[in-house]
Structures are given as C-alpha cells and as structure tokens.
C-alpha cells in the first residue's frame, strides 16, 4: 500500500481553514485521485483557542510555524500565513532545509523572494508551488507551467485583484463615489489588512510579476512592474468611459517586446464588450495569448475560503501523485534576468482634466500637447461648474512618458486646475 502524504498546515485563517475543510470532507476522492492518502499531521496559528469551525483536535499543534516546518512527521509545508518576510518565509526557508516540499498563497512572498526561493528548492531537490497565489480559484500557474507549455507567450493580461474590481464595477452599476464603495469592501472583509496592497494595485502587481516569470522564462522582477492603483478615479471618469464604449479596469499586462520586458498594472479603459470588459465584482479574469493556441481567457473566483483552497488542493495532490513541476515551469537556474522595457508600448490614452471656463483655455492644453507630439483623437466637454469645465481628451497612439510629460506641463498652465487622470486605452 502506498504511504500517505503528510501536511503540516501553517495558517488556519480563510485559506488555511478552508484546505481543511476540503482534506476532510473529501479524504476518499482526494485518495482515489491522488493515488495515496492525503493526511493533515500538524498546524500552526498564532490562537491556539480560536473557533475555526473545524475539526483539529486530531492533528497536533505548534505555536511555531518554523518548528512545524522542521518536523520530521510531515512531507509538505502548506504555508498560508501570509506576509514577504517574516514567519512565511523562515517557514518556508525551513521547510525547504529539512526536505520537504512546499506549496504556498502567497503572492507577496514569491513577488519579492520567488527567485531565491524555487533555486533552494531546486538545491533542496523539493519544490514549492503557488496555484492559489495568484487569481485564487482559477488554475492559471497549471495552464501557463503545463497546459500551454507549448507555445510561445506573447501576452499575459488580467485582472487580478477582485477587491479593485468590485469597487470599480459598483461605482459604475450604482454611481456611488470612490470612498463610499472601498468602505463597503472594508466591511464584507475584501481588503487586505494594509489596504493599500489592493486599491494601490501592489496585489495585483504581484500576481502580474509571478505570472511574467513563467510565461517568459524570467526570474521574477516585481520591482520593475509599473504599478498605479485606483484610488483617483471618479464616477465622472467611469462614465465618460462607457459614453465612449469603455470600462475601466485595474488590468495587468505582462508582454516582451523589443525593448524588453513590459509589465504594468494600472487602471485601463478597456472595451465594453471584450471579456475583460464584462468581468463584473469580484470576479477574476485572466487572458493568455501564445503563438499556437491563440488567445485564452480564464474566469472565475478570485479570493475566498473555498476559491483558494481549491487551488492549495491543486497542488497538494500533485505533489502526492509525484508531479514536481519547476516552480515557473523551468529550472531557476536558466530563468533569464528580466531586462525591463524602458518605455511601454504606445497607445491611446484619455485624459480627464479641469479646465478653467475662459477664452483660449483649451486652445493651451491643445498646443502643449502638440508640442509633445501628442495627437488628439477625440475631445469633449462636460458641462459646467463654477469656473471650470471638466474637459475629456482622447489621444491617438503615444507613449506613456510623453504622456507623463505633457501632463506635467499641462498641470503647470494657470488654466488647468487640479490634477489629471490619464488611462490608457487598451488593445484587449
Ligand atoms: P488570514 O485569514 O489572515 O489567516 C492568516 C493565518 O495565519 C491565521 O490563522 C493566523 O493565525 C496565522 N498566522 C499569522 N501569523 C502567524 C504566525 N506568526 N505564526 C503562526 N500563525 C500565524 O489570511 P488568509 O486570507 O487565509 O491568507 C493566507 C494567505 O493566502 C496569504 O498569503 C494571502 O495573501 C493568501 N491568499 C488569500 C486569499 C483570500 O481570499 N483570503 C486569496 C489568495 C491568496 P490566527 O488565526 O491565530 O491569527
Ligand atoms: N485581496 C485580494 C483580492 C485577495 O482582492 O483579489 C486575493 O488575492
């Protein structure tokens, strides 16, 4: 008879309790399709006397989830406490020194870490595999490290934190302001305990850097991720967006071009009638295109007890079935340092600014961006308020520092008050 594989579980919060839960309601069909039994032997949490409403009085308990790593009784560390340094990663460090495998949620960890990570697994002999780190409940790690081995990726795009989307996709169902809906998700338990790892698109950003590492054979550079999350855009912006056939999406874009490795994370308009367009709430979606498959989009839950713990289970049973997959999908050693793109791929941009309501105002902001060589595709005005006139420009294709260029000079003309969003267009 084959031996069972051994977890020892360290974080019993929403995820950790959730891997639970599913270990023991479906013991026989994980065993069946795993091919051995899969066994919780031990766990780890800060409380020892929290409700967890589960079942744990048969696994024995360690205040240290280290000294859980260290355990001679377990085979694999499923690390679910969170946090890039810290307990997650001594645990992990541990885990990996005493020959265990490792499987793991957390995106922020891998972000920083990834690297020097999957090389001391590599060194190890073990490996460590994070499914749920990135868009919870859909098998996007699996698709880009297995199913879509084959081909050549040319993008990787998504939205990848559902917090961002829920916020965005009340504001524009309901017309409700910013900070109205992003206490709305701070009271249904989305937002990470810093909040700005969500709204600030560092979430996002994470999952973007981890998914770029495999899909482009790079060791992971989240540093180099352009990030820029949501918290400046208004009602106003929303619904000038869908007058023009657009939403607005916290969208992540991962692609290598010639000049090197383009990823960023910004809140985009993108079609309204694309997938991406459509993605509502919470909802996760991730979009790859290779040169053999063409394009595929993946959908799902993004977060949540039983989203991610599906995805830790995706990988348990792997590795109790012996499949030991390089953690992004190639020796750590032979991924390439990422060199990142010094500029991202032109495209149009639209531009919200508020102007004031006097003669040769706009003619101004036409003429700084001309001088920037920037065109305008599309301009209107937006009614009237006291002295200012909310004024909507759409460019034609140009780069993001031009851009940023023109918007600092613009921001500079006495006619221009406050400052202005610009969202790029995207080619979904
Ligand atoms: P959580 O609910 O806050 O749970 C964290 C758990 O870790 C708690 O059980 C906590 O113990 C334990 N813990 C924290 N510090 C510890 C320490 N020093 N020693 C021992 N235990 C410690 O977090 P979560 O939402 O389950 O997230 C876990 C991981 O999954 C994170 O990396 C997160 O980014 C990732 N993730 C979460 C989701 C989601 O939907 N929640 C989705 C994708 C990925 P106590 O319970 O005793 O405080
Ligand atoms: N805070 C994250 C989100 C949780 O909203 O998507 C899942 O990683």
């Given at each position: ?134 868009a919870?409940?859909i ?19 998504g939205v ?115 997938p991406?367009?459509?993605l509502?709430?919470?909802t996760n979606m991730v ?10 989009v993946l959908r799902g839950a ?127």
């Amino acid at each position: 008879m084959t031996t069972p594989i051994r977890l020892g579980i360290a974080g019993l919060g929403t995820v950790g309790a959730g891997v639970v839960k599913i270990v023991q309601r479906h013991a026989a069909m994980i065993e069946a399709r795993a091919g051995r039994a899969v066994d919780i032997t031990a766990v780890s949490a800060r409380s020892r006397d929290k409700d967890r409403g589960v079942r744990l009085s048969a696994y024995a308990w360690e205040d240290d989830p280290v000294a859980l790593a260290r355990r001679d009784d377990i085979d694999v560390l499923v690390e679910l406490m969170g946090g890039t340094d810290g307990p997650a990663k001594a645990a992990t460090e541990a885990a990996l020194d005493t020959g265990k495998d490792v499987v793991t949620a957390n995106k922020a960890m891998l972000a920083v870490h990834g690297q020097h990570l999957a090389a001391m697994a590599e060194d190890t002999g073990r490996t460590i595999r994070f499914e749920a780190a990135v868009a919870g409940g859909i098998p996007i790690v699996k698709s880009l490290t297995e199913g879509l081995a084959g081909n050549d990726v040319r993008r990787v795009m998504g939205v990848m934190n559902g917090t961002c989307n829920y916020i965005l996709t009340r504001m524009e169902n309901e017309r409700l302001p910013y900070e109205e809906v992003f206490e709305d998700a701070r009271k249904l338990g989305y937002l990470e305990a810093d909040p700005n790892l969500d709204v600030g698109g560092i979430d996002a950003g994470h999952k973007l850097s981890l998914l770029a590492a495999i899909a482009f054979g790079t060791k992971v550079n989240f540093p180099a991720v352009e990030l820029e999350g949501i918290g400046n855009i208004t009602t106003g912006d929303i619904e000038q967006a869908a007058d023009m056939g657009f939403r607005v999406k916290l969208l992540g874009v991962a692609q290598m071009t010639g000049r090197g490795l383009e990823q960023r994370m910004s809140p985009c308009l993108v079609p309204a009638q694309s997938p991406l367009g459509q993605l509502e709430n919470a909802t996760n979606m991730v979009v790859v295109e290779g040169d053999a498959v063409g394009q595929v989009v993946l959908r799902g839950a993004g977060a949540g007890e039983g989203p991610t713990a599906s995805a830790v289970m995706s990988d348990v049973i792997d590795i109790a079935r012996g499949i030991r997959v390089a953690p992004f999908g190639q020796p750590a050693s032979q991924l390439a340092d990422a060199v990142a793109a010094n500029s991202s791929t032109p495209a149009p941009y639209y531009m919200r600014l508020s102007l004031a309501d006097k003669p040769g105002a706009l003619a101004k902001v036409a003429t700084t961006l001309g001088e920037a060589g920037i065109s305008i595709d599309r301009m209107r005005q937006y009614g009237h308020m006291a002295t200012t006139a909310p004024v909507l420009i759409v460019t034609h294709k140009t780069g993001r520092s031009a851009l940023k260029d023109a918007v600092a000079k613009i921001e500079g003309l006495d006619v221009v008050k406050g400052p202005i969003v610009s969202l790029r267009i995207e080619d979904v």
